[in-house]
């Protein structure tokens, strides 16, 4: 077990079933020392785990609790495609596309559990750059959709 493994076993966190594969891209694509991450959302497989209308039919409390949930998801794509965790050296770019109500303006808070989890998992290697949209429906009516860049050693 490696250290962002522990880490996980340590908040008593576990990781979902890998994305499901659908249609002709890969939920995680590495090219010269990168992982490009395709948009994930709160699923354990091809099962979403909430769905809804940020603003609506979904709190900001959870879809904060979604935007965590994705981010084991995101994990859990990495941790198939690269064998181990700790390969990723650092995080480097998030954006986390919420499907919001009119009107609705916390975007940011939304998306905080995507990134709090990844910097208590990695430290200041999980810092990263972030944008966090609004948009209307999503797909599979998900509340919250991340994708990311990441860095990755050999």
Same mark, same amino acid.
């Given at each position: 077990m490696?250290?962002?493994e522990a880490r996980?076993?340590?908040l008593e966190l576990?990781l979902p079933a ?8 890969e939920?995680?694509k590495?090219?010269g020392?990168?992982a ?7 699923f354990?497989?091809? +099962?979403?785990?909430m769905?809804g209308? &940020?603003g609506q039919?979904?709190t %900001?409390?959870q879809a904060?609790d979604a /935007? ?12 198939? +495609? ?5 390969r &990723?050296?650092?995080w480097?770019r %998030?954006v986390?596309y919420v499907?919001? /109500?009119p009107?609705?303006q ?5 998306v905080?559990g995507?990134s ?13 750059a ?5 948009q209307?429906?999503?797909?599979f009516?998900v509340p919250?959709?991340?994708d990311?860049i990441?860095?990755v050693?050999?």
């Open positions: 490696g250290l962002i996980l076993a340590e576990t890998p994305m499901s594969r659908f249609g002709s891209f939920p995680v590495l090219y020392g990168l490009y991450v395709a948009g994930h959302g709160p354990d497989g091809p +099962t979403p785990l769905q209308v &940020v039919d979904v %900001v409390e904060h /935007a965590r949930l994705t981010a084991l998801a995101i994990l859990a794509s990495l941790k198939e +495609t690269l064998g181990e965790l700790d &990723v050296s650092q480097l %998030v986390g499907q919001t /109500a009107n609705f916390q975007n940011a808070s939304v905080n995507f709090d989890l990844i910097v208590d998992l990695w430290g200041d290697a999980g810092r990263h972030r944008s966090a949209p609004g209307g429906p999503s797909p009516n919250v959709i991340v990311a990441v860095a050693e050999a």
